[in-house]
């Protein structure tokens, strides 16, 4: 029974439920405008002229001026009628945010009891300016990023309304950014920083703007925000050698170990993408050998021997590589200098055995010098002792013949021991000698013709060839003459510039025939073997063979053109036809042909690129060679590459003669499409048929910061309840970043909300948003939050939290008395007791009010205006049957759920009868507030929330 008189309204309210409709329909507010800040005391309104009512009819009426919240901000002066303000007024403490700001006020007649309702809106002055949250803003704004993109900038507060609220932003002149001041749907402006031109962090890494927020006041106010912009760096430059090609020469007797030179390579790019590494690129096996890099300072170093006589010069390509997988390219020109580490050498090839007496100027000996240094070390100065009768001359390219200077006279002198040194002008210099011994015949034998020599590289004649050479009726044998001797050399002379050129393929059979040179020579068959022919190479290794009997010219043995010329083109072996006697040369050469035998091939088996997804189409990127030993139309002359939609590959000549493969991009890449390309690269030459060699060529597209996090829901809308524990769960929001490593990593911050100070705390790892303060649904209802989620690049996204805090039934109804009658006399018709107000600041039913007293008392409850309530007689009272009454208004709200979630006040109050006329006391009792809990939430309601409706709810 107590739970139904709790959540029904007294049968007695029912009755009035029409008439209140009726009145509240019919009723228009009187409505006033006062500026906020306008001093108290000041005039708002005539009262008694607005109501119609006579001068001094409010006084006699106990006119008064109640709020709906309680507090007397309007003062009534009875006497004149005015209505005045009680205190200056300050809109944003009153209404903050809300426009219109009304004060709604009840004007109370007591007797006889009537109401009139009333508005005062209070008109904003522009007395607040724009203010920003922080003082500065960081902006990290990709260089790469487009013109035309928007970045979120932190909104100003201006807790004005209307006009004079903020209305728009303004930036400091630059340009590469401008503001543009958008409308959010609660009204509100935001900015918006739009980029205009394209950045360059390596032009200017870093802007220092001033953002201001302008309200419409007249003059207009202002506040302002420094946004610093910092460029965040995308590998956008390749390294760049300082100086490309190197050039250095290095002695090639260096320690091992020795420093070369350092290379150095710059990248504009900061961080990472700034570091560079140096390698050795497209190194040969040789030059792997031979040199080595430090990867960090550039420096090269000598890992092997040098020899100038072997390779006299070196070009070596080194790659500079960034932390983003872009590389530049250097080359290194290393020049090996000679020293004079090689002693001249000498070489006898013919050696007369005896010398008669008497002859004019005879050839004692033809012999050949070298020497493999270069420059002066190769230089060489041939020399016999002054004091002997011979001379020496020069007589082809680096032959000389030894010859009598004069007649020889056996009897004076029988023997010649001759010194040949040969002195080359190295510093410092080298020398060899050879000694030649020599006799003087005075009679021509075979047994006492003496050959003396020693250290020459022949055998010694036989005797039928000595007995020949003594005889000097032999026309082509005799010892020459001096006429000889000048024709001869006119002759050497003559045909030094004569070459005869023969050519033959390799890996020909050996004994194949390559030519018949005594035919070629204009000879005799067997003139050869008469005048003692033989074959001279430059190296003494034995590559041919000549059949003297038919003047043949063969092939001693298969010749490898690869092995004997590496990648020389052409590849001549160079030799000499020395016939003894006479003295004469005839120098040939023999061209060896290249054959296709042999595949491209790479060095590596697979090559691996990295390369930014932010490369733009067009770019290239050099690839390894591949290596052919053959040359000309035989060796490497195209590249191709497996089909895709990303590259192709070109084929490009260089100074050196050789075809290098080039990778070029021709789609953009997208890493978060696709992070890895396997191409197949194949190298072909020009042999019928070709033949070919492959390598597979990885790419790892490298990831740049080119997603901003992404949230899975752009608005978040949650209900909390207002009692809910501090560290509760709020809601969890979620950001994805398809990026990879730290820029696919999500930071998340509050960026922006409809307070200065959030009740909220964010999780920058989870995203789970957490309460850090009690809520209060009576003081705010909604928030509004902005949540950034930013990535390791400074790349961001946002979206908005709605938190609706739902009210709960923590607050017990309220009644508060607005009049009390000061006697009761008996016998009289309805008679009002008391004149009292009812209200709860919860929302829903939880605000909702019913109002009761006790069935079974003499007294009515009637609902007058909105929330207030009439206490009246039922019928006339008789003072003999019962003198007092104890009655107890109960308030009970119609919170969720009901019963023990439903609040109430009792209030009791006694009512004393004192016969007819005369005045009866009336006793305000303390009330009996019971103890309650609240277990609801709820919203804290708009304007006046009590009493709503006619049913003694409110």
Known sequence: METLERIQPNRQVMAFILMVLLFQAGAEPMRYSVMEETESGSFVAHLTKDLGLGIGELAARS??????????????????????????????????????????????????????????????????????????????????????????????????????????????????????????????????????????????????????????????????????????????????????????????????????????????????????????????????????????????????????????SYHVEIEAIDGGGLSGKGSVVIDVVDVNDN???????????????????????????????????????????????????????????????????????????????????????????????LCVRWKCSASNCIMGAKDHVFTQMDEARLRRMCEPDDPILRPPSKADIVSKNFWLERITDVEYSYSMPEETESGSFVANLAKDLGLRVGEL????????????????????????????????????????????????????????????????????????EFLDKEMLLKIPESVQPGTIFPLKIAQDLDIGINTVQ?????????????????????????????????????????????????????????????????????????????????????NSPLNSLVVAVSAQDLDAGTYGNVVYTLFQGDEVTQPFVIDEITGEIRLKKALDFEATRYYTVE?????????????TVAIEVVDMNDNAPELTMSTLSSSTPENSPETIVAVFSVSDPDSGDNGRVVCSIQNNLPFLLKPTFKNFYTLVTERPLDREIQAEYNITITVTDLGTPSGAGTLSHSYQYEVCLRGGAETGDFKFLKPIIPKFTSNGAGEEIEGNATFRNSFGFS
């Open 638 to 722: 195209n590249y191709t590459i497996s089909p895709n939609s990303h590259f192709h590959v070109v084929t490009r000549n260089r100074g050196d003669g050789r075809k290098y493969p080039e990778l070029v991009l021709d789609k953009s890449l997208d890493r978060e499409e696709q992070s890895e390309l396997s191409l197949t690269l194949t190298a072909l030459d020009g042999g019928t048929p070709p033949r070919s060699g492959t390598t597979a060529v990885r790419i790892e597209v490298v990831d740049i910061n080119d997603n901003a996090p992404q949230f899975l829901q752009s608005l978040y809308e949650v209900q909390v309840p207002e």
């Open 343 to 437: 002693a001249p050498e000498l070489t006898i090839t013919s050696l007369t055995n005896s010398v008669p007496e008497n002859a004019p100027e005879t050839v004692v000996s033809v012999f050949r010098i070298r020497d493999r240094d270069s420059g002066d070390n190769g230089k060489m100065i041939c020399s016999i002792p002054e004091d002997l009768p011979f001379l020496l001359k020069p007589t082809f390219k680096n032959f000389y013949t030894l010859v009598t200077e004069s007649p020889l006279d056996r009897e004076s002198r029988a023997e010649y021991n001759i010194t040949i040194t040969v002195t080359d002008l190295g510093t410092p210099r080298n020398d060899a000698g050879k000694f030649v011994d």
């Open 529 to 600: 073997a008469t005048r003692g022919a033989r074959i001279h190479y430059k190296g003494n290794k034995q590559v041919l063979q000549l059949d003297i009997e038919t003047g043949n010219l063969l092939l001693y043995e298969k010749l490898d053109r690869e092995v004997l010329c590496g990648v020389t083109d052409p590849c001549i072996l160079y030799f000499q036809l020395l016939l003894e006697n006479p003295v004469q040369f005839f120098q040939a050469e023999l061209q060896l042909t290249d054959i296709n035998d042999h595949s491209p």
């Open 787 to 799: 949540i950034a989620g930013t990535d390791g690049g400074g790349l961001s996204g946002k979206c």
């Open 63 to 312: 006119a008064r001026v109640v709020s709906d919240d309680d507090k007397q901000r309007l003062q009534l002066d009875r006497q004149t009628g005015d209505l005045l303000l009680r205190e200056k007024l300050d809109r944003e403490e009153l209404c903050g945010p809300v426009e219109p700001c009304v004060l709604h006020f009840q004007v109370f007649l007591e007797t006889p009891v009537q109401f009139f309702e009333g508005e005062l809106s209070i008109q904003d002055v522009n007395d607040h300016s724009p203010v920003f949250p922080t003082r500065e803003m960081l902006l990290k704004i990709l260089e790469n990023s487009q013109p035309g993109t928007l970045f979120p900038l932190k909104p100003a507060q201006d807790l004005d309304v209307g006009s004079n609220s903020l209305q728009k932003y303004t930036l400091s002149p630059n340009s590469h950014f401008h503001v543009l001041t958008r409308n959010h749907s609660e009204g509100k402006k935001y900015p918006d920083l739009v980029q205009d031109k394209a950045l360059d962090r390596e032009e200017q890494s870093e802007f220092s703007l001033t953002l201001m927020a302008l309200d419409g006041g007249s003059p207009p106010k202002s506040g302002t925000m420094t946004v610093r912009i910092v460029i965040i760096d995308v590998n956008d430059n390749a390294p760049e050698f300082v100086h490309t090609p190197y050039k250095v020469q290095v002695l090639e007797n260096s320690p091992l170990g020795s420093p070369v030179l350092s290379v150095s390579a710059r990248d504009i790019d900061a961080g990472n993408f700034g570091s560079v590494s140096y390698s050795l690129f497209q190194a040969s096996d040789e030059i792997k050998q031979t040199f080595s890099i430090n990867e960090v300072t550039g420096e090269i170093r000598l890992t092997k021997k040098l020899d100038f006589e072997q390779i006299k």
